[in-house]
Every structure is written in structure tokens, then in C-alpha cells.
């Protein structure tokens, strides 16, 4: 499975942005798919969860109210459209795919793409 995310940048804080992600190879439209973060010094945090439909979310008390996740199965690519960025959001952030459908759980995605930058401004 290869994934490509794109859409990041510098924005200031109280913007918005919104991530892309495309899913190539061997992929399930059933499967879990997700968006990680990490910051400068800092662990990768798991931040959205979306089950297979999009019907069961999962969302990071940190992005929770702000950020919002979707996916087209159809296209096998999955969206993070974020407000009112705050500072503390700036991070790399990857798209994921899980290996179960526990789309609310960090160790089920096995599979990140390369990820892209997010970088807010104060």
C-alpha cells in the first residue's frame, strides 16, 4: 500500500487548510483509514479515525470541534479539513490505513505515507 499525502503549507494562526490523501496498491475501500501527526520533538500523535464508511469517527481531544475527516472510497483517498489552526497544530501529518477495522485505535494502522507540513504562524 502507498500513500501520498499533500495539501500543507504556512498559514496563520486561525486559518484553515485541508490535507489530501491518495491510497495506491493493495487497498480495501472496507479499511480503516486515518491521519497521524508529529511535531518537532514530539511522539506521533493519532489524531482521526474514520471507519470504512466514515460512520464511526475518531477524533484526537486536541483537533476535536476543529478538525474534520472524510474520506471517497471511490477514489481510495481520504480528507483532513482543519480550522482555526492554532499553533500547536504545526507537525508533519500522514495519512494512514489500518490493518483491522478498529479505525479508533492507534496500533491498528500499519500503513502511513510519507506525510506533509503543516506550519502555523502566530
Known amino acids: 500500500v502507498q500513500l501520498q499525502a499533500s495539501g500543507g503549507g504556512l498559514v496563520q494562526a486561525g486559518g484553515s487548510l485541508r490535507l489530501s490523501c491518495v491510497a495506491s496498491?493493495?487497498?480495501?475501500?472496507?479499511?480503516?483509514m486515518g491521519w497521524f501527526r508529529q511535531a518537532p520533538g514530539k511522539e506521533r500523535e493519532f489524531i482521526v479515525g474514520l471507519s470504512w464508511s466514515a460512520g464511526s469517527t475518531y477524533y484526537a481531544d486536541s483537533v476535536k470541534g476543529r478538525f474534520t475527516g472524510s474520506r471517497d472510497n471511490a477514489k481510495n483517498m481520504v480528507f483532513l479539513q482543519m480550522n482555526n489552526l492554532k499553533p500547536e497544530d504545526t507537525a508533519v501529518y500522514y495519512c494512514?490505513?489500518?490493518?483491522?477495522?478498529?479505525?479508533?485505535?492507534?496500533?491498528?494502522?500499519?500503513?502511513w505515507g510519507q506525510g506533509t507540513l503543516v506550519t502555523v504562524s502566530s
Open positions: 496498491g493493495r487497498t480495501s475501500s472496507r479499511a480503516p
Open positions: 494512514a490505513v489500518a490493518g483491522n477495522g478498529r479505525y479508533y485505535s492507534a496500533g491498528a494502522y500499519n500503513y
